[in-house]
């Protein structure tokens, strides 16, 4: 049978529909990638798709020619500065917390699971799909599409040991923050940090601010982007600079807050990275999967007590509680909404808590928890991925 790029691209949206309808099942406790990608597995080794199907799909070559750029140019726009800089101190803790991951990925993982799997698996830990993206490509290049299939499913099992150490954290550091009586007064103050006003640009009128204005804007803002990374700061990693450039376009306001969005474009990427996560079990044998489980809970173990030591030295210096701090630094294996959608279950769990205290409790988590992710998996994670891609192979 000839397989045409829309039975292709059926095939894949389809593996992921499965898998987020199985992970509603499960209330979200496993991921729908989980699920995605042993689907995908059992389609390889049933040889019931051919093993080009992501790339017949056409997703890998939007993906690669230009979803990246536009998904993190998508992503710096929706980075708050004011908010980053207002809670610097978890900024500070998790940026540390990386920093751990880092640090044992070279020394115990390396000793461990050998350098190849514990890179591979550290900028993912430390990030989610575009440090993915970042893995494979280079796994890809250097000729082992093997470690795509493992980075895969470092991917889609990791938010299943963070969000349980994060759960955990956080109910111990609420019950402690309500026994000092921080829920009892106004609670914690908010930060009034505003930087200046830099908006240089207009916004456009309704009628002129069409869906393809928007992709055009952030088109011109990825080339500018790429300008720079290769011929300006040449030490930069081009994802890195895609993700400054967004940063910066908000700031100006040539572009609004997350446009991909607006312009009906960002789950048509983000299948397209699914698509690259479908690809990367190709090549992986029943036996490769075998060969994984040791260095992929390993890795995630490794990686999430080198997150707790360097997190909770961080948080010791900027004055953090050890339960909070351990908490921001773990958002790196799920990222936001989750951070949310966390913040909101442990709140609504803890049942000793009156309706206004369940308030203040969730104003004093909440902003930490989703600045956490943006930190981790938004921002230091690409520039992490970028870093030590390079050095994996």
Do not use: H
């Amino acid at each position: 049978m000839t397989w045409t790029p829309m039975m292709c691209f059926a095939v894949i949206a389809f593996a992921f529909v499965i898998g987020e309808f199985l992970s509603r099942l499960t209330k979200g406790y496993v991921s729908s990638m989980v699920f995605a990608c042993f689907i995908a597995m059992g389609l390889f080794w049933s040889g019931a798709v051919p093993a080009t199907i992501a790339v017949d799909s056409t997703l890998i070559t939007t993906l690669n020619s230009v979803g990246v750029g536009l998904i993190l140019v998508n992503m710096g726009t929706s980075i708050d500065i004011e908010t980053l800089l207002g809670e610097w101190k978890t900024v500070v803790v998790c940026c540390a917390g990386l920093v751990g991951i880092g640090i044992l990925a070279f020394t115990v993982g390396n000793v461990l699971f050998g350098k190849e799997y514990s890179l591979a698996a550290a900028p993912v830990v430390s990030g989610g799909v575009i440090a993915y993206q970042i893995v494979s490509e280079a796994a890809t290049v250097a000729g082992k599409p093997l470690f795509a299939g493992f980075a895969a499913l470092v991917l889609a099992f990791q938010s299943m040991f963070g969000m349980p150490v994060a759960s955990f954290c956080l109910k111990k550091e609420l019950m402690m923050a309500k026994a000092k009586g921080m829920f009892s007064g106004e609670g914690e103050k908010k930060s009034s940090f505003k930087l200046p006003e830099t908006n240089l640009f207009k916004n456009p009128s309704p009628a002129a601010d069409t869906n393809t204005l928007k992709f055009f804007k952030m088109a011109v803002v990825a080339v500018f982007g790429w300008f720079l990374s290769n011929y300006v700061f040449t030490f930069l990693n081009v994802n890195v600079m895609y993700l400054l450039v967004g940063i910066l376009a908000r700031k100006i306001n040539f572009l609004q807050k997350n446009p991909l969005n607006e312009a009906g474009g960002y789950g048509y990427i983000m299948l397209c990275l699914y698509g690259l996560t479908f690809n990367g079990f190709a090549t992986v044998s029943p036996t490769d999967a075998l060969g994984f489980i040791f260095p992929l809970f390993g890795t995630l173990i490794t990686g999430i007590i080198g997150i707790a030591i360097m997190s909770l030295i961080a948080g010791k210096v900027v004055g953090y509680n050890p339960y909070v701090s351990i908490a921001c630094g773990v958002t790196a294996l799920f990222g936001y909404p989750a951070t949310e959608i966390l913040s909101r279950e442990v709140v609504a769990s803890m049942t000793e808590f009156t309706p206004e205290e369940k308030e203040k409790a969730l104003n004093y988590i909440m902003p930490k928890m989703i600045v956490g992710g943006f930190t981790t998996v938004t921002i230091a994670s690409v520039i992490f991925a970028g870093i030590i891609a390079p050095m994996i192979f």
